[in-house]
């Protein structure tokens, strides 16, 4: 009963190359997120999707495109990766809508991606 | 301006004591949210404790609780009864604004924590 899942976890891949990650969360969220953590383990928000529509795009080159065909499934496509690529990205999701306090971010596992 | 400060580079605590993690922040908000994740060796993200801005007590979630000091702009993580199992990367995070998908968390740059038996 995994809430937030990605695959692959593990993806090594020559430059130039495209590659997709996929995320899907069981969890009954409106809100989905890509967050890149680099080699020293800083995170920072790419994107965030609420109900399929992108809400935020954090000044992400334009190789990267996530696509969200439901409300629990955020997809992340990369074109012609490149060395500088090579990170974990994690999918995450929370539910947005509504009044009160924030609601926790639960992460997946995360994806290594290396680019050779 | 960096909007959450963790400066401790790594620190140490002997088993069964208590460790407080340092985070300071900056927001021009009313209304904002802070979180402290776990990053063990795995490399998952573990959710810990919440404190909203307008929360009058300190939150509390089993040895986990955060010291919230509103004036100060201070969310330290206290840890009690330190375990072999807290060895860990700690981030501290914060959500600015009104509820929403637009309101983006934004992370420290975490502090490596290192339980000793």
């Known amino acids: 009963d995994t809430a937030v899942s990605q695959t692959p976890k593990y993806l090594v891949t020559q430059m130039g190359n495209d590659k997709s990650i996929k995320c899907e969360q069981n969890l009954g969220h409106d809100t989905m997120y890509w967050y890149k953590q680099d080699s020293k383990k800083f995170l920072k928000i790419m994107f965030s999707y609420n109900n399929k529509e992108l809400i935020i795009n954090e000044t992400v080159p334009n190789r990267f495109s996530p696509k969200s065909p439901d409300k629990a499934h955020l997809n992340l496509h990369i074109n012609s990766l490149e060395l500088g690529d090579s990170a974990v990205y994690f999918c995450?999701?929370?539910?947005?809508?509504?009044?009160?306090?924030?609601?926790?971010?639960?992460f997946g596992p995360g994806t290594r991606l290396t680019v050779l | 301006a960096q909007k959450i400060t963790q400066t401790q580079p790594g620190m140490f605590v002997q088993e069964k004591e208590a460790v407080t993690l340092d985070c300071t922040y900056d927001t021009s908000d009313q209304s904002y949210g802070l979180f402290w994740y776990k990053q063990p060796s795995s490399g998952e993200m573990i959710f810990l404790i919440y404190?909203?801005?307008?929360?009058?007590q300190n939150a509390t979630e089993g040895r986990y609780s955060l010291n919230f000091q509103k004036a100060r702009k201070s969310a330290n993580l206290v840890i009690s009864a330190s375990q072999l199992g807290d060895s860990a990367m700690y981030f501290c995070?914060?959500?600015?604004?009104?509820?929403?998908?637009?309101?983006?968390?934004?992370f420290g740059k975490g502090i490596t924590l290192s339980v000793r038996p």
């Open positions: 404190q909203g801005s307008y929360d009058e």
């Open positions: 995070a914060m959500r600015e604004g009104l509820r929403g998908a637009n309101s983006k968390l934004t």
């Open positions: 995450a999701s929370s539910q947005d809508l509504g009044q009160g306090p924030y609601n926790e971010q639960f």
